[in-house]
């Protein structure tokens, strides 16, 4: 997604993430990948207490290794705070490619 970023914002869509771990867990992950919280170029929101995972219904819901974690979503969501789209991944791996985000933003209004 980061990669598409320029892409999203042609649509007048902003990129928010939302992170189910603690501030030291979400950066060890960066590290790993080569990256730092500032190099992510868009707005990571770390949901420890799993306020907006529980919210959106995807909290705790698949096993992943050794741990329970929440189940990869994608929603799109209007300016009036409306779910134009959505997608619960069925496995860690499973989420909706770039084109395909791309393709719902453009049914927008």
Known sequence: MRDRLDDIKKQGAELL???P????SAKLFLKEIGLKTGDVGYPLLLDAAQTVSA????SFQMRVHT???NRPATFIIDREGIIR???RGESFSDRPSP???????KKLP
């Open 17 to 19: 993430a939302v992170d």
């Open 21 to 24: 771990h603690e501030d030291w």
């Open 55 to 58: 919210t959106y219904g995807v």
């Open 67 to 69: 741990e329970w974690s």
């Open 85 to 87: 789209y959505e997608r």
């Open 99 to 105: 084109q395909a985000i791309l393709a719902e933003l």
